[in-house]
């Protein structure tokens, strides 16, 4: 398949940068455009959510993260990312929904106040402690680092995991004062940095810091 596509959304979404990697180990030719989230009628024709990332296709719009990794899969199935074994490329799809449904969305209720100068209620900050002690003992279970997150092959949970739990590491450290990293998943330190090693993950992380800076220099309304 050879029909162009674009991704759109911003450098500093990790779901924008999980796509983005997926695309860049598969060697998909592959355009950007910069789209912030909105619920503008322009932006809600083609993300009903009204968010990023999502994928304009010759065929049409997709959004959600997972079906633009599952769309990229079957439009460019060499190299795979995902096992050829249907159980275990059903155990990677488990790695990522744990990622996503346990960790990366509790996580995110903190990254108002960790990130962007907002704050989160004492409350909240209670309850996703006890969240992500329990998501990350649990993915413990799961993960195998034999060197990646599934085994001995990158695959599009490796994607995932990179980009999220990055984010679970410094947004803990900054509310909690703790890595939850550090006490609940230790492999996954050496694991980040074995990922972050990669020439595509590298320049994933580039676009990521550059964009970073740019929304931070922007004036604050």
Request: with cysteine; charged share 25%; net charge neutral.
């Amino acid at each position: 398949m050879t029909t162009p596509i674009t991704l759109c959304g911003f450098a500093v979404s990790n779901y924008y940068n999980k796509v983005k990697l997926s695309l860049l180990e598969k060697g998909v030719p592959f355009a950007e455009a910069f789209v912030m989230t909105s619920q503008k009628e322009e932006m809600l024709a083609e993300s009903p959510m009204g968010k990023v990332p999502f994928l304009r296709t010759a065929k049409g719009v997709l959004s959600e993260s997972q079906v633009l990794t599952e769309f990229i899969e079957d439009s460019w199935p060499e190299p795979p990312l995902y096992p050829r074994d249907a159980f275990e490329r059903a155990k990677c799809r488990e790695l990522i929904e744990h990622l996503e449904l346990h960790i990366e969305l509790p996580a995110r209720r903190l990254y108002a106040e960790a990130f962007f100068g907002g704050t989160v209620s004492e409350e909240t900050k209670q309850e996703v402690a006890v969240l992500l002690e329990k998501g990350l003992k649990s993915l413990a279970r799961l993960a195998r680092f034999a060197p990646f997150i599934g085994g001995d092959s990158f695959t599009h949970a490796d994607c995932a995991a990179w980009v999220h739990l990055p984010l679970v590491s410094q947004a803990t450290r900054k509310i909690y004062g703790r890595d939850f990293l550090d006490e609940f998943l230790p492999q996954a330190k050496p694991y980040i940095k074995l990922i972050g090693e990669r020439p595509h993950a590298q320049k994933v992380n580039e676009d990521r810091k550059a964009g970073m800076e740019a929304f931070m220099s922007k004036p604050k309304k």
